[in-house]
């Protein structure tokens, strides 16, 4: 996973609510094993409109992705991340997330960024204008700056999911150094429970 | 700080591996539940770092999303999907997984073997890389999809870090009217609390009209959890979830049942305990729900019409609503009684158990399917496939005029050759009504198998209860 510490980008504008990862990453794709290569899939249906913001030239770099609530909702399919991740989106900004798609993004490494309803509102509409809206994320100071529109807005985020991010760490590895933890759970775990062996 | 907890609480805290300020918890999953689509890149990651499944013996793998419901003795037509299976299949047999493969009769639905095996039971935690993965919480247990890389971690160390999530009731006063299943429950709380509603939290349901319902009603409710956005949803256990359990292949046998009973009967939320939110309907006033969107929250009693998009207030949910309407190719006002379809889909993890398909053979029971409409049935293991055949189910339905098929996910999600054409309007049983889930510009309505049955007839949406 990269670490994430500084986004300077412009703002990519997906003025739309409820935008679940069926429409992020259609399932004809998932049949892939691979890890990468997800991103010329990446919204492939909506793509298909000329008008569609993805589309648009002035976009084609954009680090950070603006939506409206309850992002990524939905199948589990982590394959959406990846796509994200393929465009080259780092950060995902709206004023609410999808818990599963929320937590994947932690895992591949891009910031999922919570604001307020207007805040996303006001955001959304200069990101929308002719020029759009260029903005600069710092993770350790948690801020989202434009100087220029004289936007300064903090945010919040959990202090060890930041670390992680800021760090690009390895879950499994940090899990893995509680083995005594897991051992002993499992010693005095309930004999009640199923074991699959049996099954076949 | 109460000591008075809710189910999911007790179920959390009994599965603490670790707890340390500042750091998400560390949750003992009892359970990993595979399939072919989320897992391969999980495996290989493990290959990578070489590392090893810790649990194999608490890990269960099954083909559903991508098998053909046709015969399955001709070859798969799609050479991706062979290439899925395949990688499941030696990624089972290299970390030494048990799996149901395709010809094996228990091979099924991931979400509908794992209780048919017995391997679902009350108090567990329970996970499998697929969003519907709430459906076991209609045993009370903590049962929740993760991603990817979660797999890759469960695998790795059958743990899960994971952040406390908060606890919300959603409560159903009194009875529901006859005829009123758990999907038409299920979609009329989707629609009061909407598809954000849950963000966060893990949703216990509780009434009478919940109580009254078999395991299969309960199991659908939870199933959609996920669709109100909530991490998961469960239901208390109670004697018609231990009768369900009891004597299945994999459930506890003698002595160390009734250790599990006398477990099994502590596992309810405290009385007076605190939850962060409550949500109540009344029972009675739920109807027969079809949804005329393309969210689950999107959606009207059978008796009603479609809304006004521009007298939502909301600009958000206006927006959708109006986007919804033209992918779906409806216009406001229409009475849902008057949509007109083409395809009907009795399947899916939310409504192909037995119980499902007895429902909808009954509606059918001497009637045809409209001549306009294509209808098929594909249970959701191969052995309620078995069960239906033996109970003359399978007659019904092909008399009426049903496709009988094969055992998986078939066109819930249209991963296998079962895909509505663009443009086709389908009654489903399935979960999500996105666009193009079912196939690309198809058209998605979800409802319960009695009103997909009593729609196959009539050729449009109808209400049930009057056939
Ligand atoms: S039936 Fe549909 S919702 Fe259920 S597991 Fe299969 S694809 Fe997912």
Redesign the interface.
């Known amino acids: 996973m990269k670490s994430i510490n500084t986004i300077q980008s412009i703002v990519l504008p997906l003025n739309r609510a409820d935008v679940d990862t069926d429409q992020i990453m259609p399932k004809q794709y998932l049949k892939r094993i691979e890890r990468s290569g997800y991103g010329p899939f990446t919204f492939d249906e909506w793509r298909k409109d000329p008008k569609f913001v993805l589309n648009n030239p002035l976009f084609q770099k954009a680090e950070i992705l603006l939506a409206q609530r309850n992002f990524g909702s939905g199948s589990s399919r982590e394959h959406a991340v990846w796509g994200l991740e393929d465009i080259g989106v780092r950060v995902v900004i709206a004023p609410s997330f999808a818990d599963i798609f929320n937590s994947n993004c932690g895992k591949v490494g891009i910031l999922c960024i919570q604001l307020e309803q207007e805040i996303v509102n006001e955001l959304m509409s200069l990101a929308e204008s002719d020029t759009g809206l260029e903005l600069s994320i710092n993770l350790e100071k948690q801020t989202i700056l434009n100087e220029n529109n004289n936007i300064k807005i903090n945010f919040t985020i959990d202090n060890f999911l930041k670390h992680r991010l800021q760090n690009g760490l390895d879950e499994i590895g940090m899990t893995m150094q509680k083995e005594d933890s897991i051992k002993a759970f499992e010693e005095t775990r309930s004999k009640i429970y199923p074991s699959t062996k049996s099954i076949i | 700080m109460s000591t008075k907890k809710t189910l999911a609480q007790k179920i959390w805290d009994n599965h603490t591996?670790?707890k340390e300020n500042?750091?998400?918890d560390?949750l003992?999953i009892?359970?990993h539940l595979i399939h072919e689509?989320?897992s391969?890149?999980a495996f290989?990651?493990l290959r990578i770092?070489n590392?090893k499944v810790?649990r194999?013996?608490?890990?269960?793998a099954t083909i559903d999303?991508?098998v053909p419901t046709t015969d399955r003795t001709l070859p798969n037509p799609?050479p991706?999907?062979i290439?899925?299976i395949d990688?499941l299949r030696e990624n089972a047999k290299d970390f030494n997984?048990?799996l149901f493969d395709i010809f094996d009769p228990r091979q099924g639905i991931v979400h509908v073997i794992s209780p048919e095996?017995?391997?679902t039971?009350p108090g567990?935690t329970i996970v499998c890389?697929?969003?519907h993965t709430s459906t076991h919480g209609a045993f009370g247990s903590l049962a929740?999809?993760?991603?990817?890389?979660?797999v890759?971690?469960v695998l790795?160390?059958?743990?899960l870090?994971a952040?406390i999530?908060k606890m919300m009731q959603v409560h159903i006063k009194g009875r529901v009217n006859k005829g009123i299943t758990g999907k038409d429950i299920v979609l009329a709380i989707i629609n009061k609390i909407g598809?954000?509603g849950g963000?966060?939290h893990i949703i216990e349901f509780t009434g009478e009209a919940i109580r009254n319902l078999s395991m299969e009603g309960r199991m659908t409710i939870c199933n959609m959890t996920?669709?109100a956005?909530?991490?998961a949803g469960l239901i208390a256990p109670d004697k018609t979830t231990f009768d369900y359990v009891k004597n299945r292949?994999?459930?506890?046998k003698g002595e160390?049942w009734d250790?599990?009973i006398e477990?099994w009967e502590t596992l309810y939320s405290d009385p007076d305990c605190e939850f962060d939110s409550y949500v109540e309907l009344d029972g009675q006033e739920i109807e027969p729900f079809v949804t005329w969107g393309t969210?689950p929250a999107q959606s009207s009693p059978i008796s009603g019409s479609i809304p006004d998009p521009s007298s939502i207030e909301d600009p958000?949910?206006k927006?959708?609503a109006e986007?919804a309407l033209s992918y779906m190719d409806l216009e406001a006002g229409t009475k849902i009684s008057k949509i007109e379809l083409d395809k009907i889909f009795v399947g899916s993890c939310t409504n192909s158990r037995i119980e499902d398909l007895r429902a909808a053979s009954e509606i059918l029971k001497g009637n045809k399917v409209a001549k306009t409409i294509q209808a098929i049935v594909v249970p959701g293991s191969g052995l309620i496939k078995k069960q239906a055949e033996e109970e003359g189910l399978d007659k019904i339905f092909i008399e009426a005029g049903f496709e009988w098929r094969e055992a998986g996910c078939s066109m819930c999600?249209?991963?296998n050759p079962d895909i509505l054409k663009p443009g086709e309007r389908c009654a489903s049983t399935s979960n999500?009504n996105?666009?193009?889930?079912q196939g690309?510009g198809g058209r998605t309505h979800l409802v319960s198998p009695e009103m997909a049955a009593a729609a196959a007839i009539a050729g449009h949406f109808t209400d049930v209860r009057n056939i």
Request: charged letters at 20%.
């Open positions: 591996v670790h500042g750091i998400p560390l003992f009892d359970l689509v989320t391969p890149q290989e990651s770092n590392r810790r194999p013996d608490l890990s269960i999303h991508n799609d991706l999907s290439k899925q990688a997984i048990p095996q017995g391997l039971q567990m890389g697929d969003s929740f999809g993760i991603g990817t890389s979660e890759e971690h790795a160390t059958q743990t870090p952040p999530p598809v954000d963000i966060g996920i669709e956005g909530a991490r292949p994999l459930a506890p160390k250790e599990a477990y969210n958000a949910a927006e959708t986007r999600l249209g991963m999500r996105f666009e193009g889930r690309q």
